[in-house]
């Protein structure tokens, strides 16, 4: 295991208070409609509406002065690229897929990012971008340990609520339940992790089950945030540790969970946020008192559904 419990409880020291501490707690509304005890984390209270300010500030705060982040996102992972950047005196270079949400690629410009729409791989096209100078340093969420790190923090604020049976995360690259589940696992070791994707982007879910990754040719826009193509192997290994299982969702089940999420949180969370709230509603997982994280709330307004 190359993620450290000792980072995470530094990273819960270094990274910007603004993203630390998030609300957590049970909602009754919620519970009526769930039928179960939930508790809810909302990652969305902060300047990016989402999780990654956490990962993205911790890496940045090992990085030299002059240095120039790079990375390749669908969205969200790009502003927090680009507010980490800017906190730090550092520069950042987003790359982005040409079919960009327009709402993140104007949060990410806003930032202070050089922003480069491309065709193809943006991955692929960041990386190169990269190569190409010794100040810049391609960042890849999944793939740096500090990413994760910086993610298992709301691990160590969930634990801090008491005794949890089982978490239930959204998957995209892996890094914000490879965080959660170390920390979780190491302080309550029967807890029971659960991974979520959607039925239109399975290759995080296909390559936990393989044990390796597993590209696929088309992924779901829908849920941008958690719909990648080809999981990075460090983020395979990682999870095949350390969750316990993976289930998949609908788009349909998403837009449920949106409403859910809207009428009973107040808070709209995008279609990839509340993906463990829709496996809440649509899977029977154990569990007497579940957690769940609303990991981002960067959605089209008027809401797509």
Known sequence: MDLKLDNIAEAAKVIDP????????????????????????????????????????????????GTTMVCG????FGQAVAYAARKRGLRAEVFVPADVSPVKLRRIKTLGARVRRVEGEVKVA??????????????????????????GTIGLELAAAGAIDTVVLPVGDGALIAGVALWLKAHTPDVRVVGVGTTSARAMATSWRA????TVDRVNSFAGGISIRTPEPESIRRLRSLVDDFVLVEDDDLRAAMRLGAETLGVLPEPAGAAGLAALTVHDLPGDRVATVVTGANAVWPPEW
């Not at 996102?73 to 969200?76: D, E, F, I, L, Y």
């Not at 990386?127 to 790190?149: K, M, N, Q, T």
């Not at 044990?211 to 597993?214: K, L, S």
């Open 73 to 76: 996102t669908s969205g969200n």
């Open 18 to 65: 603004v993203f630390l501490n998030s609300p957590q707690y049970g909602d009754e509304q919620l519970n009526a409609r769930l039928g179960r005890n939930v508790l809810v984390k909302i990652e969305t209270l902060n300047p990016l509406r989402s999780f990654k300010g956490r990962g993205a500030d911790y890496f940045a705060a090992g990085l030299e002065p």
């Open 126 to 151: 960041a990386a190169a971008f990269a190569a190409e100078a010794p100040d810049r340093v391609f960042v890849v969420d999944g793939r740096d340990p500090a990413i994760s790190e910086g993610a």
């Open 211 to 214: 044990g390796e990754p597993v």
